[in-house]
Each structure stands twice: as structure tokens, then as C-alpha cells.
């Protein structure tokens, strides 16, 4: 139960960040604009540089990165394939792409962050990269198949400022670099604001929505694909490796099953806003899914993750 109330306390306090969001954009002038890029060219940099270069990484480390790449571009072919038989237009375009995705950053790392130690947090930071790689990549190519190229929008992807921190991290890290006590303090700072902003940015990307409509077939089906298929695909890897590869560890088990647990990705609204893929049921389904996983991810952490202990 330690678990439970952690996690519940966790999910609950950053629904609270997106109602404060969602509220200064009503009634105040903060800008979306500004937050997002304080928060893209500086904070999430600097948290995920200060990641790897806190832990001992290894190179057979980085192959989470492909594997959850991997997993989330077979989730998001599939769910193309599947809607595709119930949708012909781009309803299956923006639900591919919330498919192989989820909020893994702004609302899941600060539980990993309480949960795990450096080893394990590397780890779900590595399959988070992955994870947004896919997203960066196959998502937006669902997205923008039309409008941009595979090649174009892998060339967005190199030049994120995030990444390249990470990988920055990563070179160190496996060089032997560790930061020196002195930083932790600011590290902590940052973690906090990059989970504060993060959550305070999709309640102004959420009061950007002049209406909400809720189409029961289009949330059902993204609620499929985000807590039936995507955890689904997790653990049958995750069985596979335990019983036959034997490849990982349990720490790689439970930065998995935490990774898997995520709602939809708040950037699904970003983007079906910029292509206008029914932008208002886009929305209403990922204020719905953050609400869901106020009980689900608590649930889901308290059954599948092994020998976490809370204080």
C-alpha cells in the first residue's frame, strides 16, 4: 500500500499543476508560449543531462532506448492497421500516433524519480528517449505524411535540444564524468520545475481547446491502445525476457512497467491542432486518460513493480 499512496499522491498533486494551468490561461495573460520554451531550451535539458551523468551507465544500457522505440513503433503500425478497418480518414492517423506514446515525462518521471535510485532512473530515462524518438519520428509521419517527409522529420528529431542533452549525458557518463555533489541541489530544483511547468503547460495547452467533444468510439479506442494494448506488448516482452531471452534485470522490468502505465501524450493535442485532426476529441480524450491513471497507474505500480520499498 506504500506504493499506492505514493503513486496516488503523485498523480493527484500533478492534476492539481494542470487545473493551475488550465485556470492562469482563463483568467490570466500567461503565455503558453514562453513556459513551453523555458522548459524546452533549458530545464528538460539540463534534467536530462543531469540523469545518466548521476548513475554508472553501460553501453548494453542504451539498448532500452531501441528496444521501447521498437515497442511503441509495433503499437503504433498496429493501431493504423486496427482503426483503419473502422476509420478511413484521419482518425486512425492521430490515434496511431497517441498509440506509440504517452505522458512518460512530465507526469510519470517525478514517480519514477521518488521510486527508483540512479540506476533504475537512468534506465526509464533511456526508454523514455525511445519512447519520444517514436513519437518524434512514426507519430509525426502519421501525422504530417501529407505536409512533411520520414527524412524531415527525423531531421526535427536530431535537433531536439533534449536528446541531445541525454546522448551529451550519456558520452560522459560512459566516460567516467559524474557531477559533483555540489550540483545536487540545483539538479533537484530542476527536476521539480521540469514536472511543474510540464503539467502547468498542458492545462494552458488544455484551455486552448475553445470546446471539448466527446466521441464515446474515438476515446474508447484511444483508451485501448493507451491501457489494454500498450501494457499488453510490455509485459509480454517483459515474460519473454524473464522465462526465455533473460537479457534484463528488474530494474529494466520495473522502468518498463512504469513507462507502460502513462496516459496519452499531451502532445497528441499539439498536433492534431497543427494538422486539425479533430483537435476537440483529441483533447477531451487526454483530459479524460489523466484523470483515469489517478487510480490505474497507483494500481498498476502496486501489483507489477518488484522490491520497491517507500519510506
Known sequence: MAVFSLVFLKVLSSLLSVLIGFLSSKFTNVEKDSIASLLFYFVAPIVFFAIPTSAQLTFSSLGISALTFTLCTILSLFSYWLYGKIWQDSHR???????GTGNSGYVVLPIAAALFDDHTLSI??????????CEASVGCYFCA??????????LRVAKLPLLNAFFLGC????????????????????????SILGMVTIGLALSSIKEFDFDIKFTAAAFASKFLFYPALFNIFILLDRFYFKWLDVNYYNALQLLCVAPMATNTIVLASLYKIYPEKVATAVLLSLLFV??????????????????
Open 124 to 133: 526509464y530515462a533511456l526508454g523514455l528517449i525511445g519512447i519520444s524518438i
Open 294 to 311: 489517478l487510480l490505474y497507474m497507483p494500481i498498476m505500480a502496486m501489483i507489477f513493480l518488484e522490491g520497491i520499498l517507500t519510506t
Open 171 to 194: 558520452a560522459m557518463s560512459l566516460l567516467g564524468f559524474h557531477l559533483p555533489d555540489f550540483f545536487d541541489d540545483f539538479i533537484s530544483n530542476m527536476k521539480g520545475a521540469f
Open 145 to 154: 505524411r501529407s505536409v512533411g517527409t520520414f527524412k524531415q522529420s527525423v
Open 93 to 99: 492517423n492521430i490515434l496511431a500516433l497517441s498509440a
